[in-house]
């Protein structure tokens, strides 16, 4: 995020309220823009095509089949995705830049093989079990693939910096759906298809237009190839906690909607797709009223954090221990001042949201259980991107032991609390996500007032005078003296002979 840095250093520089208001739409635009363009997109589209006036089965075969493919589709790009971070910050550090185009080509593998893993067997399912056609079976797996390739080659692009370029490639993408949907709409009796498949198959055209630019960028900023993927295995078995600390918080945000896809809440459409549409719907609501905590949480970082923590660090290498010590303790406290920032903005702004949700959304349809469902929710997703922003400052400080622990308590915590709260009221449904995430912020609170307390430890004791291998252990005899019949003596250092009369 160095480069949205940079650019919000250079809008805030001129203090005025035009400008800091920029400065926020900016961040905005590389962070959360893409999903309200696919968002818009959608809407659009089902406004063109009249989507209100299809039956029933048709409107849920499309939107769970939507459902099913973002969310899969995240949790198979999640447990690469940090850790190929690392790996190409390292090469980019190494100046090996002809690296990358492996790594990049290793880590689509993976992922389109882990996506076919998951997909596959389920649009067999689909179509054999539940009677689906093969071709909208087949066109919702392509789409599926195609955001794949998205949110994989999203990581390689903002090695770039090139975050508006994301969201520029998301708004041609959809806006190729919508114009798809609405030649479709004008000129639909000669192709005699669907209106649920036209859309599905206008959603697909447009992720994988998404992917094809995505990708041609890549390509071009990286033209050399090495060929060389091996080391990314080595990094892959020397990092192994980051890839469970990604899979774990993914899992996290989505384990508690699939507890209550085994409820007797669920919706079973074409024996294949499984839903709780209620607890659903209440969930993308409080993930949309508390989103703006990540825009809040980069502009901070990148303006005030990063300073701090680049202080702290050029004192550790040239500095006096007083400069060191200051340097921390400034360190720290801008990173306590960061998170209370956070919490007392984002509360602001949630309640707002809040309560403009709890006034208006019951006059547009939205009701009964989903609204019964939502407090409690939003407070839960409040606390979850909190904590996220607490696992990201672990990773300032390479603590991937406590990034873990806190990931794991996350998910397992909202696991079992989503299982508990199943048989609570109604109004308490989002009580395991509550729990799973103050559970998760506690943990790294904690832990971060431990790295503040051992930091100099972490810092100072962790290098290597000698470095490692393999291979046969050296003698341990360092030094031995004796004396030879003439009285003269002899010195061995190492098992090797030195010249007579040395000392």
Not at 11 to 24: E, I, K, Q
Not at 297 to 313: A, G, S, T
Not at 338 to 354: K, V
Not at 467 to 478: C, D, H, I, T
Request: charged letters at 15%.
């Amino acid at each position: 995020m160095a480069g949205i840095g940079f650019k919000l250093n250079r809008v805030y520089r001129h203090r005025s309220l035009g400008m800091h208001l920029y400065g926020f739409a900016y961040s905005a635009l590389v962070t959360v823009a893409p999903v309200f363009v696919v968002i818009g997109a959608v809407v659009v589209s089902q406004i063109i095509l009249h989507f209100e006036t299809l039956d029933y089965s048709s409107r849920e075969l499309f939107a769970d089949s939507m459902l099913y493919i973002f969310i899969f589709a995240l949790l198979c790009t999640s447990p690469l995705n940090a850790v190929l971070s690392k790996y190409l910050s390292d090469i980019i550090y190494d100046e090996k830049y002809e690296d990358i185009i492996p790594c990049f080509h290793f880590g689509m593998f993976v992922t389109v093989i882990l996506g076919a893993a998951i997909g596959i067997p389920f649009c067999l399912h689909e179509h054999f079990v539940g009677g689906v056609p093969v071709y909208y079976v087949f066109t919702g797996y392509c789409g599926f693939t195609a955001l794949i390739l998205v949110f994989y080659t999203m990581l390689y692009l903002s090695i770039t910096k090139n975050y508006v370029r994301i969201s520029l490639f998301f708004a041609i993408g959809m806006a190729v759906t919508v114009l798809t949907v609405l030649l479709w709409s004008l000129f639909h009796f000669p192709f005699r298809m669907k209106t649920t498949y036209a859309l599905l198959l206008a959603l697909t055209v447009g992720f994988a237009l998404i992917a094809a630019l995505e990708i041609a960028l890549v390509k071009s900023f990286f033209r050399k190839n090495s060929g060389n993927w091996k080391p990314v295995l080595g990094h892959l078995k020397k990092y192994w906690r980051m890839i469970l600390i990604n899979s774990l918080y993914t899992l996290g945000l989505y384990v508690h909607n699939f507890v209550f896809w085994t409820t007797d809440l669920r919706n079973v459409l074409v024996k294949s797709f499984v839903t709780c549409m209620p607890y659903d719907m209440a969930t993308c609501l409080a993930m949309f009223t508390n989103i703006s905590a990540t825009i809040i949480f980069i502009v901070n970082i990148e303006l005030h954090f990063r300073d701090r923590y680049r202080h702290y660090f050029e004192a550790v290498i040239g500095g006096r221990r007083h400069d060191i010590v200051n340097a921390r303790s400034r360190m720290f406290r801008q990173l306590s001042a960061e998170l209370m920032t956070l919490i007392r903005l984002q509360f602001i702004i949630s309640s707002a949201i809040f309560l403009l949700c709890m006034i208006l959304l019951p006059t547009i349809g939205f009701g009964g259980l989903t609204m019964k469902i939502y407090p409690c929710l939003c407070v839960g997703y409040f606390a979850l991107f909190l904590m996220y922003s607490e696992i990201l400052f672990l990773y300032y400080f390479n603590d991937e032991n406590g990034a873990l622990l806190t990931a794991s308590v996350f998910f397992l915590v909202t696991l079992l609390g989503s299982f508990a709260s199943s048989r609570l009221p109604e109004i308490w449904y989002g009580l395991g996500v509550v729990l799973g995430s103050v559970s998760g912020y506690s943990v790294a609170y904690f832990r971060l007032r431990w790295i503040n307390r051992h930091i100099d430890r972490e810092v100072f004791c962790k290098g290597t005078l000698i470095p490692r291998g393999e291979g046969k252990m050296p003698s341990p005899l360092v030094y031995s003296k004796k004396f030879s019949a003439d009285g003269d003596n002899e010195s061995k250092s190492n098992g090797k002979l030195k010249a007579k009369g040395e000392c």
